[in-house]
């Protein structure tokens, strides 16, 4: 992998591994509590790796030995210290792909503790694979919150009655990697030392096939959970026919045909 390079602040590191940007979130005396800090970090380059075609592949993980332990208290005390008509009229969080609504392949790496808020990791992303080491939990409840925004979001992803256990008992039910994995959360458990280069050998994997094809893929998949089934169906009939004359789909057929790899557009 790349050094790492100017990133948009200490809590959030950047690198580059030819198309692949990797993101840590780096407060592991936090265990990555997200902070309002780390937020911005996370929805500008978000934005930023949307805009530039040389990034094909997006890789979260988190420094030190959490993944992300939810959100920070502080950010949260300071929110609450406003009225509520304030915090409604601030606009929606962007610091996952999905919220962000960049549909470039997404792969977390989980490696440790995630909870509270770092289910939005989990949820708004394409790929998730886990450490050993991992555990997922939602501990609103326990520190007197709601749960809201996380288990909408994990019902499109795994069993009702998982995810209601999790809002109901909190702490109390923290799921293993193995638990995880068999109630579909996520897609590998790993060694620890074979998470992140299982995570970049995904990432370049997914960094070879056609950038248009898949962009264009996910979108259509994770804009159709907002949508009537027909609908979805229509929109993605239409799409798919609109795309047969794009360069990427010519370029595909044609190096299948003369048996080459194929050299997409960006």
């Not at 209601?164 to 590998?188: D, F, H, N, P, Y």
């Not at 795309?243 to 557009?265: C, M, N, Q, S, Y």
């Amino acid at each position: 992998m790349s050094d790492v390079v100017e990133a948009p602040g200490p809590e959030l590191l950047v690198s580059r591994e030819d198309h692949i940007l990797v993101l840590t979130l780096n407060r592991p005396a936090q265990l990555n509590a997200v902070s309002r800090t780390l937020q911005e970090a996370l929805e500008r380059t978000l934005l930023e790796a949307d805009a530039d075609p040389s990034v094909r592949v997006i890789v979260i993980t988190g420094a030190g030995r959490g993944f992300c332990s939810g959100g920070d208290m502080g950010s949260l005390n300071a929110g609450a210290s406003k009225s509520v008509e304030e915090q409604l009229a601030v606009p929606e969080p962007k610091w996952t792909a999905r919220m962000a609504k960049v549909y470039k392949p997404t792969i977390v790496a989980v490696n440790g503790v995630c909870a509270g808020a770092g289910l939005h990791f989990v949820v708004d992303c394409d790929i998730v694979i886990a450490s050993e080491a991992a555990s997922f939990l939602d501990t609103h409840v326990n520190v007197g919150q709601v749960t809201a925004l996380e288990p909408i979001g994990l019902i499109r992803k795994v069993p009702m009655g998982t995810v209601l256990r999790m809002v109901i008992l909190g702490k109390a039910e923290r799921l293993s990697a193995r638990q995880a994995l068999a109630a579909g959360l996520i897609s590998e458990v790993l060694p620890a030392e074979e998470l992140m280069p299982r995570a970049m050998a995904l990432a370049r994997i997914a960094a070879a096939v056609s950038p248009a094809s898949v962009r264009q893929s996910l979108r259509l998949i994770w804009e159709s959970l907002e949508l009537p089934l027909s609908e979805a169906y229509t929109r993605g009939l239409e799409a798919l026919i609109r795309h047969r004359d794009h360069p990427d789909a010519l370029e595909g057929t044609t190096a299948f045909i003369e048996k080459r790899d194929p050299v997409w557009t960006a």
